[in-house]
């Protein structure tokens, strides 16, 4: 069956430690398509910084020399809140029976899966793949805890399961923020080699996150 990853943020901006990630949990759990999903009205952050526009064209700078990492755009051409569930209804009646969804999220993601919009839906349409550092400590009590008791799985499980589980995945996680990457541009300090060098170079050319110009084009 084949797979398809759905990694989603805001990516405001992409930076390498996104990248990274993406790239690794392909690979780990042989995802044969794994996309970037930027949100347009994240649910439970605040409005991000750069428009759709200019956080897609970043995105699309950052992947243009990667194949093996791809963009899904439909929640940027929404105008409602980008409820991860709502992707995925659309998804699973886009690709059918044949495809496996795998979504793929942080360890704080999880702890806070509770809050998400029709949480408990997410397992009927995909499997949940959570990308933690080696040796994170799970959730031992309350409704995440219940879940993992229920649905976890070894990566290597994957593939005898369409949807309803989570895999826990150790990745390296390289120690990058966009919002430390906002705070650097902010103090008029260089993001270098945190972003791609086609993303720094859009970065610096449009003035994006720096207080001398206005992000929101």
């Not at 996104?18 to 605040?46: F, G």
């Not at 991860?84 to 009646?93: F, G, N, P, S």
């Not at 009590?141 to 879940?147: K, R, S």
Request: proline content about 6%.
């Amino acid at each position: 069956m084949t797979r398809l990853g759905l990694f989603g943020g805001t990516f405001d901006p992409i930076h390498n430690a996104h990248l990274r990630l993406a790239l690794e949990l392909k690979q780990l759990c042989q995802i044969d398509d794994m996309r970037l999903v930027p949100a347009h009205i994240p649910p439970h952050r605040s409005t991000p910084h750069c428009s759709p526009q200019q956080r897609l064209a970043l995105l699309r700078r950052a992947v243009e020399n990667c194949p093996q990492l791809g963009i899904d755009e439909r929640e940027l051409h929404r105008h409602t809140p980008s409820y991860t569930v709502d992707t995925l209804q659309e998804l699973a009646a886009e690709v059918g029976s044949e495809v496996s969804l795998c979504l793929c999220i942080g360890g704080d993601s999880l702890v806070n899966l509770p809050t998400w919009h029709r949480w408990q839906e997410v397992f009927e349409l995909a499997n949940v793949i959570v990308a933690v550092r080696p040796g994170y400590e799970l959730p031992s009590q309350g409704p995440v805890a219940q879940c993992l008791a229920q649905r976890r799985i070894d990566v290597a499980q994957l593939a005898q399961h369409e949807r309803g589980k989570i895999a826990i995945a150790d990745s390296s996680l390289l120690d990058i923020s966009a919002s430390y990457i906002r705070q650097e541009l902010a103090a008029r300090r260089s993001a270098q080699f945190l972003v791609p060098d086609s993303v720094w170079a859009a970065i610096v050319q449009d003035g994006l996150y720096m207080p001398t110009k206005n992000t929101k084009k």
